[in-house]
């Protein structure tokens, strides 16, 4: 009798995934398990804490996917996440589009074939910073001309019609590719930060399971607040924190509660999310029913856009302290918002990216073409070397000990400190504010074979070759005490104790270290070592003098008024601004079309706006924040190529940062614009092994 109540008394956790969350088939025809319960993700019936990374297919080109993921994979992501933009496919009311960079079913494929699970972003609106937030525009139109059938988000019967055919649509695309198929889509969201009502969520769901989305688990974003109940268990509410957003309306440096990302806190809810159309006063506290589900985020600051009125420029500092401050807080899964970047689609008719000229979604003025989002690998892949690198060691901790960690509450929590179990974690870092602040993970009694770590003033790094690495902490002295014995460690050097064997590298070695089937490798070129098959390649890129002659055929007329746009921010330049820009023509004569797949122009200048334009074609442009602008070489080889810049007037009604406030302020009558150089980028791909 003893057995069997104790059977009836564990029976709720054991059927937790099942009873509790009302999701769906969680087993592969492999037998493998993915479940998710109170805590975080179960797999196989052990606990996990993956690692969620933004990348947007139709933002990226075709042949560069298995590429771009492997080095995601890299950088410790386990996990892809990936908008399905309506207008990208439907663009004409019956017309769809799956081909190329478009083709969802070899991009799901690919993650697949890599080993990479995938957590579909279907909309209906979708936001991702795209023209109407992926809502095509006939669509827009129909919920104009009848609102009682089409209005958008909502239950409208003629809405939902269309909804319903857009899903099917993803659908057909993805048959196949599912969990319970073999396949690696294990997810999809739901809309995406809509208040409700949850008859409307509801009816989403209901739409997707009909039609064949059976899978592990459903999400939506967990901001804003939900206006009247949720059926509880039958969607996950997933959070997020941003270091900046290009969204707000202030002129001012880190307003609002932006610092508040860099503290470790009760709630999981963030004020500072699209403020521009939720607003500044945003709640965040919780309901106790939204603490009973686990805490995920989705959209963790991995980089962040400049929009035309607010040239936020990313250090790429700001990444790992938000996580440190999420893991400390209680949450098992870091999710990135962007992780990679991308370019947006060409459309002759007007710019694929969200504008204050459209009637829905037109908040910001965005880039025509990039995407770039300073995350840790860029609109061409390139890595920011320092979000890309310390996330990677961060990331590499929990694949090593997260197992241990989503287990563990939240014992201590101050502003800057956290303990979870054998876990501390300190942040006292905050961008701009605080730059010279520091962001770690020490362990404070892990059980390591039969010692016990007791303290340590260095990161957990990993475990490999039999040996427990860890990172320096930059001007900590590099001690462990192992059962009571203090260990002074010299950097680089193995040492023993207590049975164990230790190792503290130092940051700069870190930065080269990946850890590849068990064990330790190290970058020759402090680039990015992924496995290609049996061979492991790294992937280094390298700035060199280019001798590209950039002749000026055009001087810039005086800087134009800036009008403000719909949303009282100031208005991006129109394509007859660029009639009277400062106009260069580039000579490339001296590159073939067989030698550019892998290299890039690093335009250097200084202005408000630059575009470039091959044969008269749109290929790229750039909102100035102090970075240089890329280009792709392979658009402009054979063609007559011309680069636009747009002077910058020191009135303009624009937020830029403290340095580059500085070079308006000093520039010759109050205007910027200058080309200063042009650079070759060039990515290198070395097969090590």
């Given at each position: 009798m003893k057995k069997i109540l104790l059977l009836f008394a564990l029976l709720p956790q054991i059927l937790c995934a099942q009873t509790t969350f009302k999701f769906g088939t969680y087993t592969n025809p492999d037998g493998r398990i993915l479940q998710v319960d109170s805590r975080g993700f179960v797999f196989d019936n052990k606990p996990i804490i993956p690692v969620m990374g933004e990348i947007h297919y139709a933002r990226v080109p075709e042949q560069d996917w298995r590429r771009e993921i492997r080095k995601m994979k890299a950088g410790g992501?386990?996990?892809?996440?990936?908008?399905?933009?309506?207008?990208?496919?439907?663009?004409?009311?019956?017309?769809?589009?799956?081909?190329?960079?478009?083709?969802?079913?070899?991009?799901?494929?690919?993650?697949?074939?890599?080993?990479?699970?995938?957590?579909?972003?279907?909309?209906?609106?979708?936001?991702?910073?795209?023209?109407?937030?992926?809502?095509?525009?006939?669509?827009?139109?129909?919920?104009?001309?009848?609102?009682?059938?089409?209005?958008?988000?909502?239950?409208?019967?003629?809405f939902l019609a269309a909804t319903n055919r857009l899903y099917n649509n993803i659908f057909a695309q993805v048959n196949g590719l599912l969990w319970k198929d073999g396949g690696p889509i294990i997810g999809m969201q739901l809309e995406n930060e809509c208040r409700g009502p949850w008859?409307?969520?509801?009816?989403?769901?209901?739409?997707?399971?009909?039609?064949?989305?059976?899978?592990?688990?459903?999400?939506?974003?967990?901001?804003?607040?939900?206006?009247?109940?949720?059926?509880?268990?039958?969607?996950?509410?997933?959070?997020?924190?941003?270091?900046?957003?290009?969204?707000?309306?202030?002129?001012?440096?880190?307003?609002?509660?932006?610092?508040?990302?860099?503290?470790m806190k009760d709630t999981r809810l963030s004020a500072v999310i699209a403020t521009e159309s939720l607003g500044t006063n945003q709640s965040t506290e919780m309901e106790q029913s939204d603490l009973s589900?686990?805490?995920?985020?989705?959209?963790?600051?991995?980089?962040?856009?400049?929009?035309?009125?607010?040239?936020?420029?990313?250090?790429?500092?700001?990444?790992?302290?938000?996580?440190?401050?999420?893991?400390?807080?209680?949450?098992?899964?870091?999710?990135?918002?962007?992780?990679?970047?991308?370019?947006n689609p060409y459309n002759p008719q007007h710019t694929m990216a969200e504008t204050q000229a459209t009637s829905v979604t037109n908040y910001n003025d965005m880039p025509y073409m990039s995407?770039?989002?300073?995350?840790?690998?860029?609109?061409?892949?390139?890595?920011?070397?320092?979000?890309?690198?310390?996330?990677?060691?961060?990331?590499?901790?929990?694949?090593?000990?997260?197992?241990?960690?989503?287990?563990?509450?939240?014992?201590?929590?101050?502003?800057?400190?956290?303990?979870r179990g054998a876990f501390e974690f300190y942040n006292d870092y905050v961008r701009i504010l605080h730059e010279q602040g520091q962001s770690y993970c020490t362990f404070?009694?892990?059980?390591?074979?039969?010692?016990?770590?007791?303290?340590?003033?260095?990161?957990?790094?990993?475990?490999?070759?039999?040996?427990?690495?860890?990172?320096?902490?930059?001007?900590?002295?590099?001690?462990?005490?192992?059962?009571?014995?203090?260990?002074?460690?010299?950097?680089n050097k193995p040492f023993s104790a207590a049975g164990l064997?230790?190792?503290?590298?130092?940051?700069?070695?870190?930065?080269?270290?990946?850890?590849?089937?068990?064990?330790?490798?190290?970058?020759?070129?402090?680039?990015?070592?992924?496995?290609?098959?049996?061979?492991?390649v790294e992937e280094y890129w390298q700035t060199t003098p280019c001798d590209i002659k950039a002749t000026q055929t055009q001087s810039a007329a005086a800087p134009r008024k800036v009008q403000l746009g719909s949303q009282k921010v100031a208005a991006m330049p129109t394509n007859a601004d660029f009639e009277k820009a400062a106009i260069y023509a580039l000579d490339l004569t001296s590159f073939t079309s067989n030698d550019n797949?892998?290299?890039?122009?690093?335009?250097?200048?200084?202005?408000?706006?630059?575009?470039?334009?091959?044969?008269?074609?749109?290929?790229?442009?750039?909102?100035?924040?102090?970075?240089?602008?890329?280009?792709?070489?392979?658009?402009?080889?054979?063609?007559?190529?011309?680069?636009?810049?747009?002077?910058?007037?020191?009135?303009?009604?624009?937020?830029?940062?403290?340095?580059?406030?500085?070079?308006?302020?000093k520039a010759p009558n109050g205007i910027l614009l200058s080309l200063d150089s042009i650079e070759l980028l060039t990515r290198h791909t070395l097969r090590v092994h």
């Open positions: 992501i386990t996990v892809i996440a990936t908008y399905v933009f309506w207008i990208h496919h439907e663009y004409e009311e019956g017309h769809w589009d799956w081909s190329g960079n478009r083709n969802l079913h070899r991009f799901v494929e690919i993650c697949g074939e890599e080993g990479m699970p995938v957590v579909l972003r279907v909309g209906p609106f979708c936001h991702g910073e795209v023209y109407q937030g992926g809502f095509p525009t006939w669509m827009v139109q129909k919920s104009i001309d009848h609102p009682q059938q089409y209005k958008l988000r909502s239950t409208a019967p003629g008859t409307y969520y509801a009816a989403l769901k209901e739409m997707a399971l009909k039609i064949g989305f059976d899978l592990p688990f459903y999400t939506r974003t967990g901001w804003p607040k939900l206006n009247g109940k949720e059926v509880f268990g039958e969607i996950l509410p997933l959070y997020g924190d941003y270091a900046d957003g290009f969204w707000d309306r202030s002129m001012a440096d880190m307003p609002g509660d932006y610092p508040k990302a860099f503290i589900y686990p805490y995920f985020t989705c959209e963790l600051g991995g980089g962040m856009m400049p929009a035309y009125h607010r040239r936020i420029n990313i250090s790429g500092r700001e990444m790992k302290p938000l996580a440190i401050c999420k893991l400390g807080s209680g949450s098992n899964l870091p999710g990135y918002y962007m992780y990679h970047g991308g370019t995407y770039d989002f300073q995350c840790p690998l860029g609109e061409m892949g390139q890595p920011l070397d320092e979000s890309y690198h310390s996330g990677r060691l961060l990331h590499q901790m929990l694949a090593d000990w997260g197992d241990q960690l989503s287990q563990m509450d939240v014992d201590t929590l101050s502003d800057h400190y956290s303990r404070r009694g892990m059980k390591a074979g039969n010692a016990t770590i007791d303290w340590t003033t260095v990161e957990p790094f990993c475990q490999a070759d039999g040996t427990l690495y860890f990172i320096e902490i930059p001007g900590k002295k590099p001690q462990i005490s192992i059962n009571k014995k203090v260990y002074k460690a010299k950097l064997t230790l190792c503290v590298l130092s940051k700069d070695k870190a930065y080269t270290a990946f850890k590849i089937d068990g064990q330790l490798h190290y970058a020759q070129h402090h680039g990015i070592l992924y496995k290609d098959g049996n061979t492991i797949a892998d290299q890039f122009l690093k335009i250097n200048y200084k202005g408000d706006v630059a575009r470039v334009y091959a044969n008269g074609k749109l290929v790229e442009d750039n909102f100035w924040n102090g970075k240089p602008m890329l280009v792709r070489l392979a658009d402009l080889i054979g063609k007559k190529v011309e680069l636009c810049i747009l002077p910058l007037a020191k009135d303009y009604p624009i937020y830029f940062q403290a340095p580059q406030r500085a070079e308006i302020e």
